[in-house]
Nanobody, 121 residues
Framework: QVQLQESGPGLVKPSQTLSLTCTVS??????????WSWIRQPPGKGLEWMGA???????HYSPSLKSRTSISRDTSKNQFTLQLSSVTPEDTAVYYC?????????????WGQGTQVTVSS
């Protein structure tokens, strides 16, 4: 059974960088052909895909967030990390990590429980 768990600060000040880590257990993030995504849901809005890192290490980003987003991974810890720079209150959301069957399929079979991040001074 694959499990994903998000971790990171729940409160970030405007203009700072938000950093979240997803720890994966029960499966390797290097296993073909999975992609590991970050998805968020602002209050009262729908889900927004932010970006992903593939099993190979290739990364992909939402065009609307690409200039502020970086996703990396630590294969030794079976973790992948999201960094979102220059945050504003509009980045307040529940942030999820999820496994995609393959990049671009949008077939997410495992999700973390989500972590609330609030951007406020």
């Amino acid at each position: 059974q694959v499990q994903l768990q998000e971790s990171g600060p729940g409160l970030v000040k405007p203009s700072q960088t938000l950093s979240l880590t997803c720890t994966v257990s029960g499966g390797s993030i290097t296993t073909s052909y999975y992609a590991w995504s970050w998805i968020r849901q602002p209050p009262g809005k729908g889900l927004e895909w932010m970006g992903a890192v593939e099993y190979s290490g290739s990364t992909h980003y939402s065009p609307s967030l690409k200039s502020r987003t970086s996703i990396s991974r630590d294969t030794s810890k079976n973790q992948f990390t999201l960094q979102l720079s220059s945050v504003t209150p509009e980045d307040t959301a529940v942030y999820y990590c999820a496994r995609d069957q393959t990049y671009g399929s949008s077939w997410y079979d495992y999700w973390g429980q989500g972590t609330q991040v609030t951007v406020s001074s």
